[in-house]
Each structure stands twice: as C-alpha cells, then as structure tokens.
C-alpha cells in the first residue's frame, strides 16, 4: 500500500515542528527537569488550545479538527520529537477517550482548555491493560463506589478530572471522578524524564451515577488502543531526532582523519536504525488508519506497532548515546532528554512482550476461525 500523509497533515507536522522548535526548545525542557515535574509554560499552553491540537482527531460536529487517529499520530510523533512534556499528549489521550466514549460535554471542556483530563488505566501487578483492571466499581445509593490503586497517570497531579477505568459488575467502566472527591490520595511517582505521573489511590471513593461514560467496554478498548498508538508516536519522534542528531555528530566528528560517519561501522549501524524506524512509522500510521476505519484487526496491528517502536526506539537512542561518546550522556547535549523519553514511554502500554503476546492471540484466534469455516 502507497500510504501518503495529505496536504493538511504535511501542513500540520510542519507548523507543529516549527512552533515547538520556536516556543519549546530543548533548553526549556532541561530547564523543566530541573524544576520536576515538566510541564510546558502557561503560555505555551494556551497557544497549544489556541491551536486546536487537542481535538485534532475530534469530530468537526463536537468542536474539533475531524482528523481521526492519524493525525493525532502526527502531533504526537512531533511532541516526542520536540521533547514537550504534559499535559499534551494526557489530554489529546483524554479527548480520544471522551470521543470513543461519546461524551461530548467532557470532550468540549478538554478541547477548549477549561478542564484537564487524564486517563487512568495501569496498576500494580505487572501487566497492561484494560484486561488487567481489578479496582471496583460497586453499585450504591448514590451511583458508584470506588476502591483500589492506580499507576503510572500521567499529568494526574494537575488534572481536574480522572478518567478512571474500573470493573463493575456487568463489566469494564469508564467513570469521571472529580479531582478533589473525598478518599482520593493522589501521590506523585517521579520518572526518568522528568514529567507527570501518579499514583492514584481510591478507598470508597463514590462518584455519582452519570458518572459511567457510555460507549460500553467497547468504547473503553478502542480508547486505550488510541492511547497506546499515540504513545508509540511519540517514541517514534524521538527516537527519529535522536538518529538525525547522531548523524549530524557523525559527520562533524573527526577521528584518524576523517568524519566517524565514513566508518563502516558507524554508518551501517546508523542505516540499520534508520530501516527499522521506517518499519516502525508504517506500522504506527497503519494501526492508525485501522483504528479510523475500526478495522476488526486493528487491536492486532496498534500492538506490533507498539511492539516494533519499543525495541527501536532503544535501539535509535542507544545508538546515538554511544556515537556521541562520552559527551552523550552530558546535560548539555540533547541525546540523554530522548533517552529519560524513550525509556519511559516502553515502559506505558505495554512492553514488547506483552504486545507481541497480543498478536500471537489475534493470530491463533484467526488461524482458528479459519480452521471451523465451511
């Protein structure tokens, strides 16, 4: 398949790279890991709503773009190129959530800045996913009571509202719970790079009965699998500028004589990266037009997708730390802001593992299906 971005994505990706590299330089992001957590200035911010970024993948009729998944992809490869930390990328998460969810009152809040969402789905027990889910939501009175622990919320210090997911008796539940509801503790959980995160611990935590999301489990699935395509989007533009900065130190960089670049051994290991890059952005926009089309295999192709980046997002910032030298890991050189990036994001939605786990699941179901046809 010839898959092109359109003339409005390549505009986008272009006034998207621009405005980063001109509001959100690298120098603001060490700046930022200096006073965790990392957030992007207020002003920024604003321009970021301003822009619409947040409902670029929304429908035009609920105040957004009606870009779908692949352009949300888009702006997410930017920010991990651009190193932009939260609240970005937990509130575009947030919007795709409140879409495939259909609640268009949450999702017009988040587009228009007047509330921040983040979506809270792991927790502890060593794995992913909604499968994996054990906090309760009990049926009360008053609507629903709540009771367990999150991880790994991103942005869930500063949000207004938690998009909690939960088992209730007839299934998975997505539920809105105010931010500063009575038995919520929310404690900080510091990463490597510098942003974000908490843990979220909930002891009969009750949220009325309007507080459920429609769309069923459902809409709760496709909306952790738009999640996690824009979490490998994101590994994928930064793993992309940390190949392009060590190929520009390749060819500045003289030993014996000549560029580092002009070795053998640099550059096949710099065109091995860049293979498996291309491998993984076509399999990124290839989940993403199956998530827009709801492709039956789309679950399938957003876990190799995410499968594939994990371990070449690695393997890209590896790369260029080691060709950097010694001086790679110094705070003046950009390649270490990548890698706290990169390592933390394998770390959200799943690791190789577990998503190549997935698509050997999908794949024995189809053999199977196959197999009890006519």
């Given amino acids: 398949m010839d898959f092109r971005l359109s003339e409005e994505q390549e505009a986008l990706r272009e006034v998207a790279r621009d405005f980063l590299a001109a509001r959100w330089p690298a120098d603001k992001m060490r700046a930022a890991l200096d006073a965790q957590p990392a957030l992007v200035d207020d002003d920024v911010w604003k321009e970021i709503v301003e822009m619409g970024w947040l409902g670029v993948a929304a429908p035009e009729a609920s105040g957004g773009i009606g870009g779908g998944v692949v352009t949300a992809a888009v ?6 190129r651009g190193i932009l930390p939260g609240p970005f990328l937990s509130s575009l998460t947030a919007a795709l959530a409140a879409e495939s969810c259909g609640d268009d009152v949450l999702l017009g809040e988040i587009i228009e800045g007047r509330s921040r969402v983040a979506l809270a789905v792991e927790e502890p027990g060593g794995s992913w996913g909604p499968d994996a889910v054990c906090l309760a939501a009990t049926p009360c009175d008053e609507g629903w009571s709540l009771s367990g622990t999150k991880i790994l919320v991103r942005d869930g210090q500063e949000a207004d509202v938690l998009l909690v997911v939960a088992r209730a008796p007839d299934g998975l539940a997505l539920l809105k719970v105010p931010a500063d509801v009575p038995g919520l503790a929310r404690n900080r959980m510091l990463l ?58 390749a060819k500045e960089r003289v030993q014996f004589g000549r560029p580092i670049g002009s070795f053998q051994a640099v550059s096949h290991r710099l065109a091995d990266d860049l293979m498996k890059l291309e491998i993984g952005r076509s399999l990124l926009y290839g989940a993403s037009l199956a998530l827009d089309d709801r492709r039956e295999n789309a679950s399938a192709l957003v876990s190799a997708a995410k499968a594939w980046l994990n371990e070449a997002a690695i393997a890209a910032v590896e790369s260029a730390l080691q060709i950097h030298g010694g001086v790679g890991f110094t705070w003046e050189y950009d390649v270490h802001l990548h890698m706290r990036r990169v390592r933390c994001n394998v770390a959200c939605h799943g690791d190789a593992d577990f998503h190549r786990d997935r698509v050997a699941s999908h794949m024995d179901a189809a053999l199977a299906a196959e197999g009890s046809g006519p």
């Fill in 75 to 80: 702006l997410a490869e930017e920010a991990g």
């Fill in 192 to 249: 490597m790079d510098g942003q974000s995160a908490s843990e979220l611990v909930l002891e009969d935590v009750r949220v009325g009965s309007d507080a459920r999301l429609g769309g069923g489990e459902g809409g709760l699935l496709e909306a952790y699998e738009k999640a996690t395509v824009l979490c490998a989007a994101d590994l994928l533009g930064s793993a992309q500028a940390s190949l392009e900065l060590a190929t520009e130190y």
